[in-house]
């Protein structure tokens, strides 16, 4: 098989499993896999775009900030916004933290309107996850609407 053959949830997933056993693919895997990914942004969901830079992120890996790949990525994200779930929320932009990206203006606001129509599905991890990367991106404002629902959330998780 070529990284041509592979499907994006394929991609996510073979990276996902390879992260998680600690290992780094070789330079000319990362390099295919990369721009095959690239190529077929827009066939990717929303839980193959987080697991794929969730792994991306716990191997150490972090592609430049004008790379093709993470444009294409977060140009996806932000055409999906709308379809993910608060686990794909928190985990990609904790991934995107770890790399040392900041999302895209657009990026970011289709995200937060996201967490704030979702925001009674999020979990405590996920509230916590999401506004740690928001932070150590260096928001120092979120959107009123996310703070004011996330604030409610966590309210209504904490039993009070």
Known sequence: ATAGDFKPQE?????WALARMGVTPEARLLEAIQKHATATA???????????F???????IKPPAS??????????AT???GAFDPQNVA???TALEKMGVTPEAGLAAA????????????QPQNVANFFTALAKMGVKTPDAGLLEAM??????????
């Open 151 to 160: 604030q409610a959330r966590a309210t209504a998780t904490a039993g009070a």
């Open 111 to 122: 995200m937060q309107k996201q967490a704030v129509a979702r925001a009674g599905e999020f």
């Open 79 to 81: 055409a999906t916004a």
């Open 67 to 76: 790379s093709a790949l993470l444009e294409a990525m977060q140009r996806q």
């Open 91 to 93: 985990n990609f932009f």
């Open 54 to 60: 969730w792994a991306l992120a716990k191997m150490g």
């Open 42 to 52: 827009g066939a990717f969901r929303p839980q193959n775009i987080a697991n794929f």
């Open 11 to 15: 991609v996510a997933n073979f990276f």
